[in-house]
Each structure stands twice: as C-alpha cells, then as structure tokens.
C-alpha cells in the first residue's frame, strides 16, 4: 500500500493550503471557513516578470516593486552575518521513536508492535535512559562532536493537535491563530533592508510562511540554480544572445511605470549573472568539497546549494526550508519514519561537513522541528495518532551541544491524552535564537516574550 495515503486528511488540507499560498502563479487562496489564517496569505507577491519572461524567483512584501541592486552587492562587500536555517519536518515526527526510551518498562506496553529494539539505536549520551533512532546515527555522530543541541520534549502549554494550527503556532512563533506574519519575518521587519530579498530566503517554489515580513522583501527560489529567464522555444547560444540582450535595458524612460519595468529587468539579470555560476556547477553539487546524498527529493541539492550561496557570500539572514518524507505516520510508521529521517540525517551531515570544509561553519545554525509530536500507544493501523511534545534539534559548530528540557518518561510524564508532556517551550528556544544568535530583541518580534526563559543555545 502507498505509505503516502496514510497520513489523515487534515494534514493533506493544510499541505494544500500552505501551497497554495505563495505558489507562483497561483495566487493567494481562501481560507476554509474555522481555519485559522496561514502567516504569509496577506503578502503581495511579485515575481520579476517582463512580458513572457519569467524568472524562477519569486519577490513577497516589494509593494511598489522596490528594486534590491544594493542589497545584492553587498555581497562583495557585506559584512558575514550569523545565518539561520529552519528545517521542517512535516507532519508531527514521533519525538518517542526519534529518542526512543528503551528500557522504559511502559514503552513496550504502549508500543507491542512498533518499539524499537535496545540494541538498534546509539545511546543517546546526555541522558542514557534514550536512544537515537538507528537512522539518525549521523546526528548522533553531530552530538558526540558537541555540535547538536537535543529538545527531547518541546512544545507549547495547552497542545492544539490539529496540523494547521499547531503548525501555524511554530511559524508566527505564538499561539495566536490571529497573527500573519512569521516569527523569523518580524525579525527582518526590524533588522533587515529594502532592498535585499535575499535577507529572508525560501529554498521552495513557494514562501515559508516563518519568513512572512510585513514590511522588508523576502524570496523564494527552489534552488540557487533555478533563477534564470526562459522564454517558450529559445534555448542554447540564442538564449545566451537574448540575455544578454536584456541586461542594458534599464536605462531611464519618461514613463514611470515604463522606467520601473525596465529597472526591474535590469536587476533581475544583475541578480541572474550573481547566480549563474551556481547553474554551472549544480550537476557536480555547486562545488563542493563533501558528497552529499544521492536522491531526486531536491533537499540535499537545496543543502548543497545553500552552502554554495554562503560560501559567495550573499547576504543571506534567515533560511527556511522543508525535509523529505511525511512524518503524520497514521500507519506503516516504521518504514515511513525510517526513509524520511534517513535522507534528512544523512544530508544535515554533508551540510554540516560542506560549512566546515569552506570554513563557514561559525556563521551558521540549522533548527529542525516538527508541528508536534505522536501519541504515546500506537494505533490498530501498525502506526501513531497525533501528540503533542515533539522533539527538535539545533546543530552548528556554535550550537551550545547540551540537552534543553528534559524527557519526562512515561510513567509521569504523559498528560490526560496519552500524549508526551512538554518540557521546553518553542517560544523560550527562538527568544534565545533571536538575542543569542541573532543579535535582536525577542520582546519585539515574539508576543509574551518576557514570560518565556531562555535556555543557552549559543557558545
């Protein structure tokens, strides 16, 4: 049976309304009725567009089309600023078998069929009552270097289990289903520019909605080389010959609104030549000094990308991006789990290895979570319902490398439902990210942000 059919139907509504929501050339979409509004729906969308040109970058939050020829040189010259990159694992990741309680006498009872055995996974080494998931040994590796930073039970007070607001909750860093803006967007609102889209970039062909600004540009581009012109039926030298065509067709008109087109192609072929080196070197992984894995997914391409893009040094801020595989594992959980968090492990290596080989490994902090976690008794279905703490992780060189929280166990720590109880909250972990890595104000960008402690995240 196709694993893909067993996640429930809430997760494939809210998949599909996220999509929607800045997919270019869709639109915006409508919100179903009782459905709280996505971050990022009321941002308006501008693709640099002239005539049947398109480019494969998509600009949010420009208003009049504000161009960004300063913002993108400061990459030859800008400062290198801290980067985060936000890593989304869709569906509720079971935190109970990521770090599974092994010698728990209540985790084979709650789980006859799916616990998984002592000796599959590594020992988890800041608490040994845990351990790792046999896929996520390279993680593991990260750990034992000092450089991933574990929440074995993070999540929020009152846990909402629906995907579309728990999920919602994450990305607006609030519990507030009002909000529209993301947590990470609030930030460049108030330490980014206008001119430099690239402070808030969504590897994705549409916009993550952590990084909905209300008042500064922010991106989404698939893949560092994907930005290109296309017209229908040109390719090869004519295509090169009509690009390079297009680049001197900035000079100033009379027209205003003719001026303003002209401008917008003359810095979406800036921007062009900035990427193009990326397009000759992605079939052997943008340069890199580290293989990473081999798979049609797109996430270790994006990875290996991202790196090459840091490495050019363009001026790059915050990052979001989302994992393989589904991880509402309704059914079929073990083969699901294990090939999502498979490939996700084994490319946040290569990415961690790449920085470290170009020497950028200081400047960069990769969060990856989940909008919560699985219920603690499996299902009829050889699966796990949804949760409510989950687990996350911070990995970097400059990730402080200690446990934040505790695992509560199973004999007290389950709540009412049957479900983990939290033991950090998401809104204290991005408060720390914002003030010890970010270098902003928390109380400014997260709603109740003096109520939440601040664990040490950075060294």
Same mark, same amino acid.
């Given at each position: 049976?196709?694993?893909?059919?067993?996640?429930?139907? $809430? /997760?494939?509504?809210?998949?599909?309304?996220?999509?929607?929501?800045?997919?270019?050339?869709?639109?915006?979409?409508?919100?179903?009725? =009782?459905?709280?509004?996505?971050?990022?729906?009321?941002?308006?969308?501008?693709?640099?567009?002239?005539?049947?040109?398109?480019?494969?970058?998509?600009?949010?939050?420009?208003? &009049?089309?504000?161009?960004?020829?300063?913002?993108?040189?400061?990459?030859?010259?800008?400062?290198?600023?801290?980067?985060?990159?936000?890593?989304?694992?869709?569906?509720?990741?079971?935190?109970?078998?990521?770090?599974?309680?092994?010698?728990?006498?209540?985790?084979? &009872?709650?789980?006859?069929?799916?616990?998984?055995?002592?000796?599959?996974?590594?020992?988890? #080494?800041?608490?040994?009552?845990?351990?790792?998931?046999?896929?996520?040994?390279?993680?593991?590796?990260?750990?034992?270097?000092?450089?991933?930073?574990?929440?074995?039970?993070?999540?929020?007070?009152?846990?909402?289990?629906?995907?579309?607001?728990?999920?919602?909750?994450?990305?607006?860093?609030?519990?507030?289903?009002?909000?529209?803006?993301?947590?990470?967007?609030?930030?460049?609102?108030?330490?980014?520019?206008?001119?430099?889209?690239?402070? *808030?970039?969504?590897?994705?062909?549409?916009?993550?909605?952590?990084?909905?600004?209300?008042?500064?540009?922010?991106?989404?581009?698939? #893949?560092?080389?994907?930005?290109? @012109? *296309?017209?229908?039926?040109?390719?090869?030298?004519?295509?090169?010959?009509?690009?390079?065509?297009? *680049?001197?067709?900035?000079?100033?008109?009379?027209?205003?609104?003719?001026?303003?087109?002209? &401008?917008?192609?003359?810095?979406?072929?800036?921007?062009?030549?900035?990427?193009?080196? @990326?397009?000759?070197? !992605?079939?052997?992984?943008?340069? !890199?000094?580290?293989?990473?894995?081999?798979?049609?997914?797109? /996430?270790?391409?994006?990875?290996?990308?991202?790196?090459?893009?840091?490495?050019?040094?363009?001026?790059? %801020?915050?990052?979001?991006?989302?994992?393989?595989?589904?991880?509402?594992?309704?059914?079929?959980?073990?083969?699901?789990?294990?090939?999502?968090?498979?490939?996700?492990?084994?490319?946040?290596?290569? @990415?961690? %290895?790449?920085?470290?080989?170009?020497?950028?490994?200081?400047?960069?902090?990769?969060?990856?979570?989940?909008? /919560? +976690?699985? %219920?603690? $008794?499996?299902?009829?279905?050889?699966?796990?319902?949804?949760?409510?703490?989950?687990?996350?992780?911070?990995?970097?060189?400059?990730?402080?490398?200690?446990?934040? +929280?505790?695992?509560? =166990?199973?004999?007290? +720590?389950?709540?009412?439902?049957?479900?983990? %109880?939290?033991?950090?909250? /998401?809104?204290?972990?991005?408060?720390?990210?914002?003030?010890?890595?970010?270098?902003?104000?928390?109380?400014?960008?997260?709603?109740?942000?003096?109520? @939440?402690?601040?664990?040490?995240?950075?060294?």
């Amino acid at each position: 049976m196709d694993r893909s059919c067993h996640h429930c139907n $809430e /997760f494939s509504r809210a998949s599909l309304l996220r999509r929607g929501a800045a997919e270019a050339g869709r639109g915006l979409p409508a919100i179903e009725p =009782g459905m709280p509004l996505p971050a990022g729906t009321g941002l308006d969308r501008r693709s640099f567009v002239s005539g049947a040109l398109g480019l494969a970058l998509s600009v949010y939050g420009l208003g &009049k089309l504000k161009l960004f020829e300063d913002g993108i040189a400061q990459a030859a010259s800008g400062p290198s600023q801290p980067v985060l990159v936000s890593v989304f694992l869709p569906g509720g990741a079971d935190s109970l078998s990521v770090l599974y309680p092994a010698l728990d006498p209540g985790y084979r &009872k709650l789980r006859p069929t799916l616990a998984l055995a002592e000796s599959a996974g590594p020992v988890f #080494a800041e608490d040994t009552r845990l351990q790792w998931h046999p896929k996520l040994e390279p993680l593991a590796t990260l750990h034992g270097e000092g450089k991933v930073s574990v929440m074995p039970a993070i999540g929020y007070t009152h846990p909402d289990q629906s995907h579309f607001t728990s999920r919602h909750f994450w990305e607006v860093g609030a519990t507030d289903a009002r909000l529209t803006s993301g947590w990470m967007g609030r930030y460049l609102d108030r330490h980014g520019t206008r001119d430099n889209p690239l402070q *808030g970039l969504s590897l994705d062909y549409q916009l993550q909605p952590a990084l909905a600004s209300l008042k500064v540009p922010v991106a989404s581009l698939a #893949a560092p080389d994907e930005y290109t @012109f *296309g017209a229908p039926g040109v390719w090869g030298e004519v295509e090169n010959r009509m690009l390079e065509a297009l *680049g001197p067709l900035g000079a100033h008109r009379s027209d205003p609104f003719l001026d303003q087109a002209a &401008k917008a192609t003359a810095q979406s072929d800036r921007l062009r030549r900035q990427l193009a080196p @990326f397009a000759k070197n !992605s079939d052997n992984g943008f340069g !890199s000094p580290v293989p990473y894995p081999a798979d049609d997914s797109g /996430f270790p391409r994006q990875l290996a990308g991202l790196a090459a893009m840091l490495a050019a040094n363009l001026p790059l %801020r915050c990052v979001a991006l989302t994992a393989p595989g589904e991880y509402d594992t309704h059914a079929d959980q073990p083969q699901a789990l294990a090939d999502g968090l498979d490939l996700t492990a084994r490319t946040l290596l290569s @990415f961690q %290895r790449d920085l470290e080989a170009r020497g950028l490994a200081d400047r960069v902090l990769t969060l990856v979570w989940s909008e /919560f +976690g699985r %219920r603690g $008794e499996e299902n009829g279905s050889d699966g796990t319902d949804h949760g409510a703490a989950g687990a996350a992780f911070l990995i970097g060189s400059r990730a402080r490398g200690q446990m934040v +929280g505790e695992f509560p =166990g199973l004999t007290n +720590g389950l709540d009412d439902d049957g479900n983990l %109880r939290p033991t950090s909250d /998401f809104r204290g972990v991005y408060c720390s990210l914002l003030e010890q890595w970010l270098g902003g104000d928390a109380s400014a960008v997260i709603p109740g942000a003096k109520s @939440f402690s601040r664990p040490a995240l950075v060294k």
